[in-house]
């Protein structure tokens, strides 16, 4: 899970913090471009996480997360025809970059815990702006997105240390204090 951490950190490395210093239409560009690419990168890395930990569950529930999000997304976004800021189709609400984008955040975070959730979500959330500020979605498809996608992972996803019985138990006696872990596989 190391290489999971690693891969977010060099992905929110990359990404184009100087695309404010350009002219406006080059930096809603670069920004639109790196949103694509987070959007793919973001669940790419995951899944090498979960096949390098061999978390089977994890992938199951990642899969089904994955699906779900998909549907409610595409369902959502053909059946209301909202024009997008920049007047390029009627596929604007909700975003589908942020629900990708939530969904892999959440399922970080809620099956892995917070150190693998912080990053994705600042991936994630990255994603959300970078669609507003690309002109490719107003604020209220970013955040039906989100909740979307966050929605999604918070109902299909299970916590790593449930599955493996993970207990953490402090201990004390008169010359001792310590924390006992303890994990089943």
């Known amino acids: 899970m190391k290489r999971i951490t690693a891969i977010l950190a060099a992905l929110a490395l990359a990404l184009p913090w100087n695309a404010m210093s350009q002219e406006p239409s080059g930096s809603r560009k670069a920004v639109a471009t790196s949103t694509d690419i987070c959007v793919v990168a973001l669940p790419v890395a995951t899944l090498a ?12 529930e990642g899969a089904i ?3 779900a999000t998909a549907a409610a997304t595409l ?6 025809k909202e024009l997008r800021p920049d007047g390029s189709n009627t596929h604007s609400f909700p975003s589908g970059h942020t629900s990708v984008s939530f969904a892999t955040a959440t399922f970080l975070q809620k099956r892995y815990g917070w150190k693998f959730g912080v990053p994705a979500y600042a991936v994630a959330g990255y994603v959300a702006w970078g669609r507003v500020f690309a002109r490719k979605h107003h604020w209220w498809d970013a955040a039906a997105g989100a909740l979307i996608g966050a929605g999604c992972a918070f ?5 790593f240390a449930r599955d493996h019985e993970l207990s ?7 010359c001792y204090t310590g924390v006992s872990a303890q994990l089943t596989f």
């Open 49 to 60: 996480g979960v096949l390098i930990a061999k978390d089977w569950k994890g992938l199951a």
């Open 65 to 67: 997360t994955a699906g």
């Open 75 to 80: 369902i959502l976004k053909y059946s209301i």
């Open 155 to 159: 109902v299909f996803t299970t916590p």
């Open 168 to 174: 953490i138990t402090p201990m004390a006696d008169c």
